[in-house]
């Protein structure tokens, strides 16, 4: 049976959040002898390579299951520790995986929900919707907002609701690119703002609208807040969740490309499958801020 020490498992985690033996070394207070060999004794047990030695060090794909297990083990322990009210109960920020438009929107009020007393922090890491169970399944995040209803192994998951979009640019674009009104025609020449090469609302709203995928000029802005500004300054146009296009639609700054068509994008929570008090007062305070945020 595979029998990792507690002080290995507590080395590997230090090892991949520092990058490297030596710094995680100087955070231990040991030498970079020491977590050598820890990593080497538990590379033997498990019978296979754990860490690829890259700077900075990468899991292998068996090491990001051990690397799983270390944090649910580092979680369980800040729990018991919290519950036994002991001075140093202070626990590691807990990772989670936020899609850019939720981070905008509603996922900041659900960490503000998490009542203060707890004692929590948090970790967010900024991955697309479609790809953040991948974080879930190496070990990098505890629990993420996905595009996914199916629950990666290991995880619990439950719908949030949808987050809604709008086609929409600015009144002097729209008079530029669209004169008469929108066609479906016009959009092979009026540019298009993306958030990524991985984002897919714009080309999926083109095909809907227009039977097909018609290639369009692309500027490519990989933040939200600064997209949609990038949308009101007439540089092209793009998919806007309602919270940050509803006021410029009322004052007519802007304008939707396809009047009261609406993208909606379903959201899911999935989180770790282990008895957590942290993980409990987290998956509370998102769900309830979502079921007030989300449709």
Known sequence: MLNFQTEQLRTFLVVLEHGTFDAAARALH???????????????????????????????????????????????????????????????????????????????????????????TFEVLREDEQHSADLLRSGQAMAAVTASPEAVQGCSVVPLGALRYRAVASAAFMQRWFPGGFRAALFAAAPALQFDRSDTLQSNFLASVAGGHPHCPEHFIPDTLQLAAAVRSGLGWGLMPEAHCAAGLRDGSLVELVPGRVTAIPLHWQRWKIQSAALDALTAAVTTTAAAALS
């Open 30 to 120: 040991v030498s970079a002898s020491a977590v050598s060999q820890r990593i080497k004794a538990m590379e033997q047990a498990a019978g296979q390579v754990l860490l690829q030695r890259t700077t900075p060090i990468h899991a292998t794909a068996p090491g990001t299951i051990v690397h799983k297990l270390a944090r649910q083990l580092r979680q369980l322990e800040a729990d018991a520790a919290a519950e036994l009210g002991l001075a140093d109960a202070a626990s590691a920020p807990i990772p989670v995986a936020v899609n850019a438009d939720s981070l905008a929107t509603w996922f900041v009020d659900a960490l503000a929900a998490v009542p203060a007393g707890s004692g929590l």
